[in-house]
């Protein structure tokens, strides 16, 4: 058996097809005719340039636009003035191509695996996979054509170059197995898109296989066994039924309506950070956005964002979700989020200090702007306002007087926008958590971030590891807070939804739907498998399970009483 | 010769995209088009030079065009960078 990186999921059992390494050695010479010679690498480069942008056509049609970017770039790096022009400085000084191609190549290489920045790591693959393309094209020799591989290949390589990822024809590849790269590397990014397993970064497995060798490539567990024993093959028969079956009963989960066991619909949304993030909810078969985080807009600038800024990145949003709800979070800085520009003082305890709504409300104008923002995108789609980290009545009855004082001077500019637009609040607060029966008279909504209400309600920073064993949303205390906000919510006759990680958590759903919450809002890689699991419980079910962990004293005892229950 | 200094807004900096987007965009103009990034002068036509600049988001870079289509390769440059180089 051997280990590397699981860099895209499932089983493939099948026969290896082993691509070595081309001998790419030259002899260096010294160039007379260095007009001669430079001609030499111009075509080679045009001869690389040509194929290069066949791939990339290949990849566009085959996989996506998104995917053939990366040969997109190899056709800049290949092209590139600054790279040619050393190569044929080094040609005039009497270098041959090959030896031009190798140093400069190997320049870049190396200055740019030195780099702090992952993604700029892998960049060195990419220039060498040019400079073999170069030394390739100058050289003549020809490639390995994957593309011709029999069915139920295994690829196994040192490295698997865009290039050669390319050409893999998905029907014929059940595995791949590399020597190098990583979870953010192409080959990786492209076998995900592929939905071919992967376990790459084995070492010496080159060295370890020949041709027509058995193997089985596990790229959930990232394994790899070659010639493995029947016992372990009918083992991974098994599965990758399994794992097969999964994957379509989830699938089968697409374009459904989410409802419990027992046909009771709630609403499955997804968290956002940025309005293109509303495509891949789309994508992922979100029913709306219960969480847009509206940081991004003010993160990363040197001033506050206009209102026409904040206005067309919201309508994007909006426009994109094409009628479902967007539930927009105003300004949540202060705490861990430090906006520089705005100035604000280093605080001892910045989780209790001056952030959130806090900020917003002393500052109606900055503020203003944001709700202006928002109200105008209202006009085109299902947009609503949640405030962040509400402690008391008062501010969200501050927040609706300034959003009412919005919409008349919008009414008297002429300005188009939704007047029955919902302004809900988050409950992630101790206090917002006791009087969440107050709170439910004012908002339109309720939303609970688990992830601060836990942090409030425990009294613990997650980010302290000393303490990051009490931060859990399976601790009693947590549990009480939840039950008690939806109960409000409910009583009150206003929806509740949940917006933090524990939404998607398969142990809390079945207490989620005992308690009576009305929207779950999740990673939007999390739709099909949240509303697979929320199928699998009755409200009967999860009541008698909720009475039973609701009576456990330790979240050691209700994690535990989850898990046996889980389905 | 023209210059300018701009934020460079997209999240991930210069990387590959950014930086491919960029160069091809400058490659048809005559003029020669560089980033001057920390005391340094990237050619602006060249995506190797721009990964290797390290250009983060938020960054302040001075761009400067000088050749007979200087404006237009400015105005190009810069309505590139302020728009997030198509990330």
């Given at each position: 058996m051997y280990k590397g990186i699981e860099a895209s999921r499932g089983i493939g059992i099948g026969s290896i097809c082993l691509i070595t390494d081309h001998d790419l050695s030259f002899e260096a010479k010294h160039i007379e005719d260095t007009e001669a010679e430079k001609s030499r690498l111009g075509e080679a480069v045009e001869t690389l340039k040509v194929k290069t942008a066949a791939m990339a056509e290949n990849i566009r049609k085959n996989i996506g636009p998104k995917e053939a970017e990366i040969m997109e770039g190899h056709i800049a790096m290949i092209t590139d003035p600054a790279m040619s022009g050393e190569m044929n400085k080094m040609i005039d000084a009497g270098q041959c191509a090959e030896a031009a191609v190798t140093a400069v190549c190997d320049m870049f290489i190396g200055m740019f695996s030195k780099m702090e920045d992952e993604m700029m790591r892998q960049r060195a693959s990419d220039i060498s996979d040019v400079k073999t393309g170069l030394l390739k094209a100058l050289l003549g020799v020809e490639d390995v054509d994957i593309s011709k591989v029999p069915q139920g290949t295994v690829l196994v390589a040192h490295d698997l170059t865009p290039s050669m990822t390319s050409q893999i024809v998905k029907d014929n590849v059940v595995g791949i197995i590399t020597e190098v790269g990583g979870k953010t590397s192409h080959s990786a990014i492209l076998a995900r898109a592929l939905e071919i397993p992967a376990v790459l970064s084995v070492p010496g497995i080159t060295e370890q296989v020949k041709d027509k060798d058995i193997a089985v490539v596990d790229g959930t567990e990232g394994v790899v066994y070659i010639n493995p024993d029947g016992e372990i093959v009918s083992k991974y028969v098994i599965k990758r039924e399994e794992f097969i079956r999964a994957q379509a009963e989830l699938e089968s989960f697409r374009g459904k309506e989410t409802l419990t066991a027992d046909g009771n619909k709630v609403e499955l949304f997804c968290n956002i950070g940025t309005p293109k993030d509303a495509k891949k909810a789309i994508e992922c078969d979100g029913e709306g956005i219960g969480l847009f985080r509206s940081e991004f807009l003010f993160m990363d600038k040197s001033h506050l964002p206009s209102e026409d800024e904040q206005f067309e990145a919201y309508k994007e949003a909006v426009e994109i979700m094409n009628g479902k709800t967007v539930i927009i979070r105003t300004l949540d800085i202060g705490g861990d989020k430090?906006?520089?520009?705005?100035?604000l003082e280093k605080e001892d305890n910045p989780f209790l200090g001056y952030r959130a709504v806090r900020y917003c409300l002393a500052n109606a104008e900055t503020y203003k702007t944001q709700l202006r923002g928002i109200l105008r995108a209202s006009a085109f789609g299902k947009a609503k306002i949640m405030i962040p980290l509400v402690t008391c009545v008062d501010e969200i009855r501050a927040v609706k007087a300034l959003v009412e004082e919005c919409k008349s001077e919008l009414k008297a500019e002429g300005i188009g926008f939704d007047d029955k637009i919902e302004v809900g609040c988050m409950v992630e607060t101790a206090a917002a958590s006791l009087i969440a029966d107050m709170l439910a008279k004012e908002a339109d909504f309720f939303s609970i971030g688990t992830n601060d209400l836990t942090q409030y309600t425990m009294s613990?920073?997650?980010?302290n590891a000393k303490v990051a064993y009490l931060y859990s949303a399976f601790q009693p205390a947590v549990l009480r807070s939840i039950k008690n906000i939806i109960e409000a919510g409910k009583a009150a006759g206003i929806p509740v939804g949940m917006c933090g990680e524990a939404a998607a958590d398969p142990l809390m759903i079945p207490l989620l739907i005992s308690f009576g919450l009305d929207e779950y809002s999740v990673n939007s890689v999390l739709v099909l498998t949240a509303r697979s699991i929320i199928s699998k419980w009755s409200k009967a079910d999860a009541d008698a399970l909720a009475q039973k962990v609701l009576a456990l004293p330790t979240e050691e005892e209700v994690v535990a009483a989850l898990k046996a229950a889980a389905r | 010769m023209v210059s300018k200094t701009v934020k460079i807004v997209n999240e991930q900096g210069m990387h590959m995209r950014p930086a491919t987007v960029f160069s091809q965009a400058m490659m048809p103009f005559t003029a020669e088009v560089n980033l001057c990034f920390n005391g340094t002068k990237y050619d602006g036509k060249s995506v190797m030079m721009l990964m290797a600049a390290c250009i983060k988001c938020g960054a302040e870079v001075e761009i400067t065009c000088d050749g007979p289509d200087e404006e237009a390769a400015l105005a190009k440059a810069v309505e590139l960078v302020e728009s997030g180089l198509g990330d």
């Open positions: 430090d906006i520089p520009y705005l100035g613990v920073d997650r980010g | -």
